[in-house]
Structure formats: structure tokens, C-alpha cells
């Protein structure tokens, strides 16, 4: 992916520029948003990545200026606001997804890799892993013919993890796209939902597995 | 029963219009009795000495043609009312001639006078009542130059005819008077009472958070925009200071977020650099305590915000149903380790306007609470109704209760139940947070223990 990061911060700035080159992304970085827009004219790039909080404008409306010009680059707002109306904003400005600081660098790459294939990858109707198939449409997954019966929840949580593949996924990010909860409820629910799942799908040769990485989050791995 | 005629709960214009009606009611009624009093002492006068005239007019008569001209004269005289009445005695009383119209005749005439009649010309003037007539009759009696006496007598009908004239005109005059007096009562509705209830509307809407509605005083009296003026100066300054809290809440999210992040960052590098199991561990462990101190400071802004009436709302149409629905089904599988079991009743489905995410967030809290106190084997019961346009939500549980003594207390900040173990990690704001986003919605939330044991947990949050 090439992407574009405006952060005025300058640790942070080096910590993702350091990551995304380790995963084999290709990243550039500006301080203020005028420079991002004048990068942006001569060039383009896969993900846009903004802070909210920059020196010069607001990174809400740098975006909306884009999408006036007609620019369609997806966006992720990277930003110390967490309140729910800030969110609203960012969304209704024009951005594609929205990720509050202090974050797990997993989940940054993981939004990204999501709004870059959202633009480009058709969805999957179904995937085999070992002998067992997930059919994606009906939302089902059967080991044989035999079928294995998932509330609407826990297949939501299967998907959205194995749409993560190999990546690790806090609790707070599954808590966002499973919940739709932006908050940490304390009591350990996302690790009782994520055993209960286990456990269902714990079936001789199934070709998954859902991993727990203690402080960082869940992981799916599929079993060559 | 005066206390009945002036109940407490009497609007205003009420009681201004009843005094207003008694005091033109009572004036009028003075006015008549001293108009009705002096009236008729002027016209007592007014008979005596008509009756005199008419008498000594008779008496020059008397002497110049005797009773024939006497009779001539009284005949042809216009009586426009009444008829006047006359009759000649002897100096004993005996009645040489009357002409008494039939209605004067019941009068009981008196044989003599009061007054000894001596000389030609002497008179006297006598009043005289009836059983059978309301009418006085005023008689007079001069002694003619033979010793004969000459009476004439009139009845004050005239008098009381226009007596009873004024007295309607009187009437009507106050009548018209009353109605003017109503003005007042106008203008106090218009200037006064108008004002007072839009201060009333203006004040209703003002409970309603983020809403900045001031006193408005178009048309009020001087007393009530000078009222107007302090307290919306008084707002003014709340608001100000809301804004300014709102403001440095987001400064420090964002001093404090940034470092965390920073932090975060390398902590996480080393975490998935390093070789070594024991440093992984210890990052692990440091990772899972930053994302707890971020919580941390989300929550004691919230509350802080909450506090002080700055919380922002993000309100939108919600279901509540679908809202408690979705949290305990999230609670459920976490319920079920811990050997509970946790559901929601099934209650009318309700609709509200509020912010999800923060109500979200406050039963989510009580749910937690519920877990962590309720023993293996327990019932944690959700339940909502409606409560006029509002709702209320109860988390009933069968744990170990609140102490009596702390009912109150644990509402505060970091304060926790003697019934928290130290093994349930927190900070004691849970609670808090819950009742200062009921607030922030102009509700409120409470608890209690219940029969049999347990405690029950409620939120309400009003229509909005």
C-alpha cells in the first residue's frame, strides 16, 4: 500500500513510519496539512492517514476541502478525541474510519489493509479451510455435512477476525466492529464470547484457530 | 370560609379581578347611602318651605275672597306628581271644608297642631307616616285672620322619584367605573403575567442540557427585566464556564492521550522485538495496565464533564429494547462462566432520545457491577419500563447486598462498597460515571437492597 501520514508529533510520526516499513508498506509523512495538500496534488496514494488536532487546519476540514475537490482517497482519522460527537464528525466530513490514540499499531494496519480492500478486493462468497467451509453469504459454517450453529454475534466475531487474518485484534477493536461498543464494559466478555466460539469450532481437523496474545488481543490463524 | 373563597392554588388574575369587583362593589354602596342621606335632608327642606309659601300665598288669598277664591286658586293649580291636599278647621278642630285625594286620606290628619296657633299668620309644619303608605306626608297649618286654620298637605313622592333617578344614575356610573377598573387587571395579565410565564417556559427549557434559552422581557415591567437581566447574567457565566471546562477536557484528553500513545508505541515494539519471555510478559502486562489508565482518563472526563452539566450528548432516536437487548447478549457468555445467570425481561417496547453510546456505557456498568458482586449460581434480572415520557432501568441481582450504611456513599467517587474484594480490580468510579451520565440526560440513578436479598440498581432518564 502507498500511504500518506500528516501527524505533527514527532515520535508517533517515527513509530508508524517504522512499522509500515517493516510491514512492506510504503509511507510518506507530513507535519501540517498544507504540505499534505500540496503532496496530494502531485501525487496520490492508497490510505490517507490524519490527525485531527494539526498545527495549521483542522484535519476534519482538510477532508472536507478533498472530498469538494473531488478526491476520493480513503481516509482513517488518527486523534486524541474520543467523544462520540467528534466521531460523528470525522464520519461526517468525509472520512472512512476513525481509530482514537493510544492505539495498537495491529489495529491501525488492520483498519487500513480493511478501507484499501473495501476500494479494491471483490468479497469472497465462501472460503475452505481443513475440512471445514464457511460459506460467507448464508453466514454458515459446516465441518462435512455436518453444520455448526453460530449466533448472529459470534459469526459476526468470526468474520471480522478472519477478515484480520494474522493480525493481532484488541478487545477494543472487536468490541467497535462486533458491538458496535466504544467503551470497555470490564468484565471479560469479549474473552468469554472468543471461548465459546473457540469451543464450538474445536473440531478434529478443522483448518482454523483463534489465538489469545496476552495485552495485545485475539488473533486468527488458519492451519496449513 | 373566607380561606375557601381565597384557596391558595387562585391564579393571580383571579384574585386581582375578585378584589376589584369587592372594592367597586363596597364604594358604590357608600356612595349611595350618603348620596341617599344628604338627598333627602335637602329635600325635607326644600318641602318645608314650599309648604310655607304655598300656605301664606293661601292665607292673602283667604283674606282678600274668602273660601271661594281659596278653593278656586287650589283647584286650578297643576299638580304634576301629586295632588296637594287642603282642608279649613275651626280653631277646635272641626273641618269646614276638605278636598283630600283618596290616597292622602288614610294619613291619620291631626284634629289639632302641635304648636298653639295664636295669632293671624302663626304656622306650623308637621310630618306625618302611615301604616299603609311608604310615602311621608309633610302637612302644614296657619291660623287665618277669622281664627279659622288652613292645612295643606303633600306627599314626598315627587322627591322620592328623583331620588331613586339618582340613585340609577349612580348605578350605572359604577358599573362603568367597574369595568374600567378591569384596565388594571389587563394590564397586570399583559405586563406582569405574561412575562412570568414565559420566564416559566424559558426556565423549563433550560434543564434541557446544552440548551442556552434565556429570559426574554419584551413588554415586562422594569422590575422584571431587571430580574431577567441578573439572571441571564448569571447564565451567561455558567455558560461560559461550561464552555471553558468543555475546553480544557479536550486539551487534556489530548496532552494526556498523546504521551500514552507514544509510550504505547515502543512498548508494543519491544513487546514484539524482544526474544526474551520473561521482557514479553512484563510488556504484556504493561500494555493491558496503559489501555486501562486510558479508560481511566476517558471516564474521569466523562464524570467531570457530567458534573458540571458540560457533558456533550450525542442524542439520537434509540430503541430501548434494542439497546438492553444487544448489552446483555454481550454480558450472557461472560454470565455463564461465572455460573450466573443473566436476563432481561421482556417489557413494552420504548423509545428514547438519548445518547446510546454513554447510556450504553452506564447499564454496561451496572451489568459489571451486578457480575462481579453476584455469588455462582445467582440471577441477575435487567428490566425496563416507561415512566411518563421517560424510562427507567433496573439491574436486580441476588449478591451480597449493599451495606445500610453506604447506600448513598457508593455513588461517590472513588468510593468503593465494603463488599468490594480486593480481587475485583477498579477504581470506584463505575458508579459515578452512572449517575452523572443519568444527569447529564436530566435524569438520575439510585440503588437499593432488595427483599430477600441483592440490591437493585436503577437509572431514569426522562423524555426529552
Given at each position: 500500500m502507498n500511504l500518506l501520514l500528516v501527524e505533527d508529533d514527532p515520535e508517533l510520526g517515527r513509530q508508524v513510519g517504522g512499522w509500515m516499513n517493516d510491514a512492506g508498506h510504503q509511507l510518506w509523512w507530513e507535519k501540517t496539512a498544507t504540505t499534505a495538500q500540496e503532496w496530494l496534488k502531485k501525487n496520490s496514494c492508497d490510505v490517507l492517514v490524519l490527525d485531527v488536532g494539526l498545527p495549521d487546519t483542522n484535519g476534519f476540514t482538510l477532508v472536507e476541502k478533498m472530498r469538494r475537490e473531488g478526491v476520493n482517497t480513503p481516509v482513517l482519522f488518527l486523534t486524541a478525541r474520543a467523544d462520540v460527537s467528534d466521531r460523528v464528525r470525522g464520519l461526517a466530513a468525509g472520512g472512512d474510519d476513525y481509530l482514537t490514540k493510544p492505539f495498537a499499531f495491529e489495529e491501525l494496519l488492520a483498519r487500513l489493509e480493511a478501507l484499501h480492500r473495501r476500494v479494491n478486493n471483490p468479497v469472497p462468497t465462501h472460503r475452505n479451510l481443513g475440512n471445514c467451509r464457511l460459506d460467507l453469504v448464508k453466514r454458515r459454517v459446516s465441518f462435512g455435512n455436518e453444520s455448526v450453529e453460530l449466533q448472529p454475534r459470534e459469526w459476526c466475531l468470526l468474520e471480522v477476525l478472519m477478515n484480520h487474518e494474522g493480525r493481532v485484534l484488541p478487545k477494543k477493536f472487536l468490541l467497535e466492529q462486533v458491538w458496535d461498543i466504544h467503551f470497555d464494559p470490564g468484565t471479560n466478555v469479549v474473552d468469554a464470547m472468543v471461548c465459546r466460539l473457540r469451543r464450538k469450532l474445536e473440531v478434529p481437523g478443522c483448518g482454523m484457530q483463534i489465538e489469545t496474545i496476552r495485552g495485545k488481543g485475539y488473533v486468527f490463524k488458519t492451519l496449513a | 370560609m373566607f380561606s375557601k373563597l381565597w384557596p391558595e392554588k387562585l391564579p393571580s388574575p383571579w384574585r386581582l379581578a375578585l378584589l376589584m369587583v369587592l372594592v367597586v362593589f363596597v364604594s358604590i354602596l357608600l356612595i349611595l347611602i350618603f348620596v341617599r342621606i344628604a338627598v333627602t335632608q335637602d329635600m325635607r327642606v326644600t318641602h318645608r318651605g314650599r309648604i310655607s309659601d304655598n300656605l301664606m300665598e293661601y292665607a292673602v288669598l283667604y283674606t282678600q275672597s274668602d273660601l271661594a277664591g281659596v278653593k278656586k286658586v287650589f283647584q286650578a293649580t297643576p299638580h304634576p306628581i301629586s295632588r296637594n291636599a287642603m282642608r279649613l278647621t275651626t280653631s277646635y278642630g272641626q273641618v269646614i271644608y276638605e278636598d283630600i285625594p283618596g290616597y292622602m286620606k288614610s294619613y291619620d290628619w291631626p284634629k289639632q297642631t302641635v304648636k298653639s296657633l295664636l295669632e293671624k299668620g302663626d304656622m306650623d309644619l308637621m310630618e306625618i307616616m302611615s301604616s299603609d303608605q311608604s310615602q311621608r306626608l309633610y302637612l302644614g297649618a296657619i291660623r287665618l285672620w277669622d281664627g279659622n286654620t288652613l292645612w295643606l298637605g303633600r306627599?314626598?313622592?315627587?322627591?322620592?322619584?328623583?331620588?331613586?333617578?339618582?340613585?340609577?344614575?349612580?348605578?350605572?356610573?359604577?358599573?362603568?367605573?367597574?369595568?374600567?377598573?378591569?384596565?388594571?387587571?389587563?394590564?397586570?395579565?399583559?405586563?406582569?403575567?405574561?412575562?412570568?410565564?414565559?420566564?416559566?417556559?424559558?426556565?423549563?427549557?433550560?434543564?434541557?442540557?446544552?440548551?442556552?434559552t434565556r429570559l426574554r422581557t419584551t413588554g415586562a415591567i422594569p422590575e422584571l427585566r431587571a430580574l431577567a437581566s441578573v439572571v441571564n447574567a448569571g447564565l451567561d457565566q455558567i455558560q461560559a464556564l461550561t464552555r471553558e471546562l468543555q475546553t480544557t477536557n479536550d486539551f487534556l484528553a489530548h496532552e494526556l492521550r498523546t504521551p500514552l500513545a507514544r509510550i504505547r508505541g515502543n512498548l508494543e515494539h519491544f513487546h514484539d522485538q524482544t526474544d526474551n519471555e520473561q521482557a514479553r510478559e512484563a510488556a504484556a502486562r504493561s500494555l493491558e495496565e496503559i489501555d486501562r489508565a486510558t479508560?481511566?482518563?476517558?471516564?474521569?472526563?466523562?464524570?467531570?464533564?457530567?458534573?458540571?452539566?458540560?457533558?456533550?450528548?450525542?442524542?439520537?432516536?434509540?430503541?430501548?429494547?434494542?439497546?438492553?437487548?444487544?448489552?446483555?447478549?454481550?454480558?450472557?457468555?461472560?454470565?455463564?462462566?461465572?455460573?450466573?445467570?443473566?436476563?432481561?425481561?421482556?417489557?413494552?417496547?420504548?423509545?428514547?432520545?438519548?445518547?446510546?453510546?454513554?447510556?450504553?456505557?452506564?447499564?454496561?456498568?451496572?451489568?459489571?457491577?451486578?457480575?462481579?458482586?453476584?455469588?455462582?449460581?445467582?440471577?441477575?434480572?435487567?428490566?425496563?419500563?416507561?415512566?411518563?415520557?421517560?424510562?427507567?432501568?433496573?439491574?436486580?441481582?441476588?449478591?451480597?447486598?449493599?451495606?445500610?450504611?453506604?447506600?448513598?456513599?457508593?455513588?461517590?467517587?472513588?468510593?468503593?462498597?465494603?463488599?468490594?474484594?480486593?480481587?475485583?480490580?477498579?477504581?470506584?468510579?463505575?458508579?459515578?460515571?452512572?449517575?452523572?451520565?443519568?444527569?447529564?440526560?436530566?435524569?438520575?440513578?439510585?440503588?437499593?437492597?432488595?427483599?430477600?436479598?441483592?440490591?437493585?440498581?436503577?437509572?431514569?432518564i426522562p423524555g426529552a
Open positions: - | 306627599t314626598d313622592s315627587q322627591a322620592r322619584n328623583q331620588l331613586d333617578n339618582i340613585e340609577r344614575h349612580l348605578w350605572f356610573a359604577g358599573l362603568t367605573a367597574a369595568l374600567i377598573a378591569f384596565l388594571p387587571v389587563m394590564w397586570y395579565m399583559n405586563d406582569v403575567l405574561r412575562p412570568i410565564h414565559s420566564f416559566i417556559r424559558s426556565a423549563e427549557r433550560m434543564r434541557l442540557p446544552g440548551n442556552n479508560q481511566l482518563v476517558q471516564t474521569l472526563l466523562t464524570i467531570r464533564a457530567g458534573d458540571h452539566a458540560a457533558l456533550r450528548l450525542h442524542r439520537q432516536v434509540t430503541s430501548l429494547d434494542d439497546l438492553l437487548e444487544n448489552l446483555v447478549e454481550l454480558f450472557i457468555p461472560a454470565a455463564e462462566d461465572r455460573r450466573l445467570s443473566l436476563k432481561l425481561e421482556p417489557g413494552l417496547s420504548l423509545t428514547l432520545n438519548v445518547d446510546r453510546e454513554l447510556l450504553t456505557q452506564a447499564v454496561s456498568n451496572l451489568l459489571d457491577n451486578a457480575l462481579a458482586y453476584t455469588r455462582a449460581g445467582g440471577q441477575v434480572v435487567v428490566r425496563s419500563h416507561g415512566e411518563g415520557t421517560g424510562a427507567v432501568i433496573t439491574v436486580d441481582d441476588t449478591g451480597v447486598g449493599l451495606h445500610p450504611a453506604e447506600v448513598e456513599s457508593i455513588w461517590e467517587r472513588y468510593t468503593r462498597g465494603s463488599a468490594a474484594r480486593p480481587k475485583i480490580s477498579g477504581m470506584g468510579l463505575g458508579l459515578s460515571l452512572v449517575r452523572s451520565i443519568a444527569m447529564a440526560h436530566g435524569g438520575n440513578a439510585g440503588g437499593q437492597n432488595r427483599e430477600g436479598g441483592g440490591a437493585t440498581f436503577w437509572i431514569y
